[in-house]
């Protein structure tokens, strides 16, 4: 069965960097499209960045410049390379197969000083 499990979430502060890790079985993981979204509390689970099979990354406009999402085939792993967090990135984080609905567990991030 397919498997998503996220890592590297913690408490930073303001200006900080986290790196983001998902780690993925079950599928043929270089042909897919792998998204990372996050989730605030009270609010809904929004698209952050986006990684095709071949490479091509799309972002959310409020992460754009900050946030780099990459992949490694090799390791079945993507990842999400935050930089310049604000506090309003606080939230917690899941990786997503795309065009399905197989999600990871989360993994909180916290930015606060």
């Known amino acids: 069965q397919v498997q998503l499990v996220e890592s590297g979430g913690g408490l930073v502060q303001p200006g900080g960097s986290l790196r983001l890790s998902c780690t993925a079985s079950g599928f043929t993981f270089k042909s897919a499209i792998m998204n990372w979204y996050r989730q605030a509390p009270g609010k809904e689970r929004d698209l952050v960045a986006t990684?095709?099979?071949?490479?091509?990354?799309t972002y959310a406009d409020s992460v754009k410049g900050r946030f780099t999402i990459s992949r490694d085939n090799a390791k079945n792993t993507v990842y999400l390379q935050m930089n310049s967090l604000k506090p309003e990135d606080t939230a917690v984080y899941y990786c997503?197969?795309?065009?399905?609905?197989?999600w990871g567990q989360g993994t909180q991030v916290t930015v606060s000083s």
């Open positions: 990684v095709y099979s071949g490479g091509t990354t």
């Open positions: 997503n197969r795309g065009a399905s609905a197989d």
